[in-house]
Protein backbone atom coordinates (compact mmCIF):
# COMPACT_ATOMS: atom_id res chain seq x y z
CA UNK A 1 0.00 0.00 0.00
CA UNK A 2 0.73 3.41 0.07
CA UNK A 3 3.01 4.99 2.67
CA UNK A 4 4.92 7.92 4.08
CA UNK A 5 8.43 7.51 5.48
CA UNK A 6 9.99 9.53 7.97
CA UNK A 7 13.19 10.20 9.00
CA UNK A 8 14.86 10.47 11.57
CA UNK A 9 12.64 9.31 14.51
CA UNK A 10 14.14 10.91 17.64
CA UNK A 11 16.32 14.17 16.48
CA UNK A 12 18.58 16.34 19.40
CA UNK A 13 20.05 19.36 18.74
CA UNK A 14 21.83 22.20 20.47
CA UNK A 15 19.28 25.32 21.31
CA UNK A 16 20.56 27.75 18.25
CA UNK A 17 21.15 25.40 15.60
CA UNK A 18 18.63 24.03 13.02
CA UNK A 19 16.61 20.70 12.53
CA UNK A 20 16.27 18.87 9.83
CA UNK A 21 13.25 16.46 9.18
CA UNK A 22 12.40 14.37 5.87
CA UNK A 23 10.05 12.37 4.48
CA UNK A 24 9.87 10.40 1.14
CA UNK A 25 6.21 9.50 -0.36
CA UNK A 26 5.07 6.46 -3.28
CA UNK A 27 2.02 8.03 -4.40
CA UNK A 28 2.38 9.54 -7.31
CA UNK A 29 -1.08 11.58 -7.27
CA UNK A 30 -0.35 12.80 -4.19
CA UNK A 31 -0.33 16.75 -4.27
CA UNK A 32 -0.61 18.70 -0.86
CA UNK A 33 2.26 17.86 1.92
CA UNK A 34 0.86 19.23 5.37
CA UNK A 35 3.70 19.49 8.56
CA UNK A 36 2.04 18.61 12.03
CA UNK A 37 3.35 19.64 15.32
CA UNK A 38 2.13 18.10 18.51
CA UNK A 39 3.40 18.55 21.65
CA UNK A 40 3.07 16.03 24.67
CA UNK A 41 -0.41 15.30 25.58
CA UNK A 42 -1.73 17.78 23.22
CA UNK A 43 -3.42 17.87 19.63
CA UNK A 44 -1.88 17.85 16.26
CA UNK A 45 -1.65 21.29 14.95
CA UNK A 46 -0.57 22.39 11.37
CA UNK A 47 2.74 24.66 11.10
CA UNK A 48 3.26 24.53 7.44
CA UNK A 49 2.19 22.80 4.32
CA UNK A 50 3.16 22.89 0.70
CA UNK A 51 1.75 21.97 -2.52
CA UNK A 52 2.42 19.76 -5.14
CA UNK A 53 3.39 22.77 -7.56
CA UNK A 54 5.52 24.82 -5.06
CA UNK A 55 9.66 23.99 -4.81
CA UNK A 56 10.00 25.64 -1.22
CA UNK A 57 8.07 28.10 1.03
CA UNK A 58 9.04 29.68 4.53
CA UNK A 59 7.63 31.44 7.12
CA UNK A 60 9.65 32.66 9.75
CA UNK A 61 11.90 30.27 11.87
CA UNK A 62 10.17 27.22 9.27
CA UNK A 63 10.08 26.31 5.72
CA UNK A 64 9.53 23.31 3.58
CA UNK A 65 10.56 21.98 0.50
CA UNK A 66 9.83 19.34 -2.09
CA UNK A 67 11.58 17.37 -4.87
CA UNK A 68 8.05 16.09 -7.07
CA UNK A 69 10.76 14.21 -9.16
CA UNK A 70 12.38 12.16 -5.93
CA UNK A 71 9.06 12.36 -3.92
CA UNK A 72 10.97 13.54 -1.39
CA UNK A 73 10.15 16.84 1.33
CA UNK A 74 11.82 18.18 4.42
CA UNK A 75 10.94 20.63 6.94
CA UNK A 76 13.53 22.93 8.21
CA UNK A 77 13.65 24.18 11.47
CA UNK A 78 16.37 27.00 12.12
CA UNK A 79 17.61 29.05 15.46
CA UNK A 80 15.72 26.39 17.69
CA UNK A 81 14.24 27.45 20.08
CA UNK A 82 13.01 24.92 23.57
CA UNK A 83 9.05 25.42 22.55
CA UNK A 84 9.99 23.44 18.95
CA UNK A 85 10.40 20.36 21.02
CA UNK A 86 7.52 18.21 20.06
CA UNK A 87 6.60 15.32 17.53
CA UNK A 88 6.10 16.62 14.30
CA UNK A 89 4.62 14.37 11.63
CA UNK A 90 4.54 14.83 7.98
CA UNK A 91 1.58 14.03 5.78
CA UNK A 92 0.88 13.13 1.71
CA UNK A 93 -2.24 14.21 0.68
CA UNK A 94 -3.91 12.89 -2.40
CA UNK A 95 -8.19 13.57 -3.48
CA UNK A 96 -9.33 10.81 -1.63
CA UNK A 97 -6.50 9.71 0.98
CA UNK A 98 -4.14 11.09 3.76
CA UNK A 99 -0.98 8.90 4.61
CA UNK A 100 1.00 10.50 7.85
CA UNK A 101 4.79 9.46 8.66
CA UNK A 102 5.13 7.97 12.00
CA UNK A 103 6.16 11.07 13.68
CA UNK A 104 10.35 13.07 14.33
CA UNK A 105 10.81 13.56 18.47
CA UNK A 106 12.64 16.43 18.49
CA UNK A 107 14.34 17.38 21.78
CA UNK A 108 16.02 21.29 21.70
CA UNK A 109 18.98 20.90 24.39
CA UNK A 110 19.72 23.85 26.44
CA UNK B 1 -15.65 29.08 19.23
CA UNK B 2 -15.20 25.93 20.81
CA UNK B 3 -13.28 24.64 17.72
CA UNK B 4 -13.50 20.53 17.86
CA UNK B 5 -14.68 18.83 20.77
CA UNK B 6 -14.45 15.01 21.52
CA UNK B 7 -15.97 13.37 24.42
CA UNK B 8 -15.16 11.12 26.38
CA UNK B 9 -11.47 12.29 27.25
CA UNK B 10 -10.59 9.13 28.88
CA UNK B 11 -12.22 5.09 28.49
CA UNK B 12 -11.80 2.01 29.97
CA UNK B 13 -13.54 -1.34 28.08
CA UNK B 14 -13.59 -5.04 28.94
CA UNK B 15 -13.35 -7.01 25.61
CA UNK B 16 -16.34 -6.91 23.68
CA UNK B 17 -18.05 -4.35 25.27
CA UNK B 18 -19.43 -1.38 22.68
CA UNK B 19 -19.31 2.51 22.61
CA UNK B 20 -19.32 5.67 20.88
CA UNK B 21 -17.05 8.08 20.45
CA UNK B 22 -18.42 11.50 20.10
CA UNK B 23 -17.25 14.35 18.15
CA UNK B 24 -18.42 17.97 17.39
CA UNK B 25 -17.08 20.92 15.52
CA UNK B 26 -18.45 24.33 15.04
CA UNK B 27 -16.79 25.86 12.39
CA UNK B 28 -19.00 25.07 9.46
CA UNK B 29 -16.98 22.20 8.14
CA UNK B 30 -17.84 20.07 5.72
CA UNK B 31 -15.18 17.27 6.14
CA UNK B 32 -14.35 14.99 8.97
CA UNK B 33 -12.33 12.53 9.90
CA UNK B 34 -11.21 10.15 12.32
CA UNK B 35 -7.55 8.52 13.62
CA UNK B 36 -6.21 6.62 15.83
CA UNK B 37 -2.76 7.30 17.19
CA UNK B 38 -0.28 4.23 18.14
CA UNK B 39 2.93 4.86 19.66
CA UNK B 40 5.40 5.04 16.73
CA UNK B 41 2.77 4.30 14.42
CA UNK B 42 1.56 8.28 13.68
CA UNK B 43 -1.84 9.07 12.59
CA UNK B 44 -3.86 6.44 10.85
CA UNK B 45 -6.97 7.52 9.22
CA UNK B 46 -10.09 4.98 10.39
CA UNK B 47 -13.19 6.85 8.31
CA UNK B 48 -13.80 9.92 6.85
CA UNK B 49 -16.74 11.93 5.98
CA UNK B 50 -16.18 14.10 2.92
CA UNK B 51 -19.84 16.04 3.44
CA UNK B 52 -23.11 15.54 4.92
CA UNK B 53 -24.53 12.72 4.26
CA UNK B 54 -21.72 10.65 3.36
CA UNK B 55 -18.76 8.75 4.59
CA UNK B 56 -15.77 6.25 3.51
CA UNK B 57 -13.24 4.12 4.58
CA UNK B 58 -9.92 5.31 5.28
CA UNK B 59 -6.88 3.07 6.25
CA UNK B 60 -8.07 1.11 9.40
CA UNK B 61 -11.23 0.91 9.40
CA UNK B 62 -12.28 -3.21 10.56
CA UNK B 63 -13.77 -3.23 13.80
CA UNK B 64 -15.46 0.77 13.47
CA UNK B 65 -18.67 2.23 12.27
CA UNK B 66 -19.34 5.96 11.92
CA UNK B 67 -22.04 8.08 11.63
CA UNK B 68 -22.19 11.48 10.36
CA UNK B 69 -25.07 12.73 12.18
CA UNK B 70 -25.62 16.13 10.74
CA UNK B 71 -23.09 18.59 9.65
CA UNK B 72 -21.46 19.60 13.65
CA UNK B 73 -21.37 15.85 14.49
CA UNK B 74 -19.85 12.64 13.27
CA UNK B 75 -19.75 9.10 15.71
CA UNK B 76 -16.96 6.54 16.06
CA UNK B 77 -18.57 3.20 16.82
CA UNK B 78 -16.81 0.32 18.39
CA UNK B 79 -19.20 -2.60 18.39
CA UNK B 80 -17.29 -5.37 20.29
CA UNK B 81 -13.89 -3.96 22.20
CA UNK B 82 -10.56 -5.55 21.47
CA UNK B 83 -7.56 -5.23 22.88
CA UNK B 84 -5.91 -3.94 19.65
CA UNK B 85 -8.15 -1.50 19.59
CA UNK B 86 -6.26 0.42 22.90
CA UNK B 87 -5.45 3.87 21.53
CA UNK B 88 -6.07 7.59 21.12
CA UNK B 89 -8.26 8.53 18.88
CA UNK B 90 -8.76 11.98 17.19
CA UNK B 91 -11.48 13.36 15.20
CA UNK B 92 -10.65 16.31 13.08
CA UNK B 93 -12.71 18.29 10.11
CA UNK B 94 -11.65 20.47 7.91
CA UNK B 95 -13.47 22.87 5.32
CA UNK B 96 -13.50 20.72 2.21
CA UNK B 97 -11.82 16.98 1.31
CA UNK B 98 -8.27 16.83 2.13
CA UNK B 99 -5.84 18.44 -0.58
CA UNK B 100 -5.17 21.78 -0.09
CA UNK B 101 -7.20 22.31 3.60
CA UNK B 102 -5.53 22.39 7.39
CA UNK B 103 -6.99 19.99 9.47
CA UNK B 104 -8.09 21.00 13.13
CA UNK B 105 -7.99 18.06 15.17
CA UNK B 106 -9.91 17.30 18.49
CA UNK B 107 -8.05 16.74 22.04
CA UNK B 108 -8.13 13.03 21.90
CA UNK B 109 -10.18 10.39 23.50
CA UNK B 110 -7.64 7.45 25.11
CA UNK B 111 -9.06 4.18 25.37
CA UNK B 112 -7.87 1.14 26.59
CA UNK B 113 -9.56 -2.28 26.15
CA UNK B 114 -8.73 -4.89 28.67
Known amino acids: GENVEQHPSTLSVQEGDSAVIKCTYS??????FPWYKQELGKRPQLIIDIRSNVGEKKDQRIAVTLNKTAKHFSLHITETQPEDSAVYFCAAVGDDKIIFGKGTRLHILP | NAGVTQTPKFQVLKTGQSMTLQCAQDMNHNSMYWYRQDPGMGLRLIYYSASEGTTDKGEVPNGYNVSRLNKREFSLRLESAAPSQTSVYFC?????????????FGPGTRLTVL
Open chain 2, 92 to 104: ASSEARFHYNEQF
Open chain 1, 27 to 32: DSASNY
